[in-house]
Nanobody
């Protein structure tokens, strides 16, 4: 079993900062890609940022220059440093990973349960 657990969400004023964490555990051979998605009420889930096992990053235009995605040296924990937060960043943030649980296995999609980020104006 593979589990993704997010932490670090909360309430912050506009202009403030938060740091989200996502820890992967369980039967993991290799994590190919990890990423953060968010879903605001009434909107579709959207990609915020992603990072590959080689450290290549990708960001949504709306967060470029404000958010930074990273992974620890072991590669099983991912972070999202969010600065200069805006009310429009308010959403539930989900951790996502493409994980191969064993040698020779195909990668599968795994999701965390989400963490609420609320930015007040």
């Amino acid at each position: 079993q593979v589990q993704l657990v997010e932490s670090g969400g909360g309430l912050v004023q506009a202009g403030g900062s938060l740091r989200l964490s996502c820890a992967a555990s369980g039967n993991i051979f290799r994590i190919n890609v990890m990423g953060w998605y968010r879903q605001a009420p009434g909107k579709q889930r959207e990609l915020v940022a992603a990072i590959t096992s080689d450290g290549i990053t990708n960001y949504a235009d709306s967060v470029k220059g404000r958010f930074t995605i990273s992974r620890d040296s072991a590669g099983n924990t991912m972070y999202l440093q969010m600065n200069s937060l805006k009310p429009e960043d308010t959403a539930v943030y989900y951790c996502h990973a493409i994980i191969r649980p064993a040698v020779g296995s195909r990668g599968g999609d795994y999701w965390g349960l989400g963490t609420q980020v609320t930015v007040s104006s």
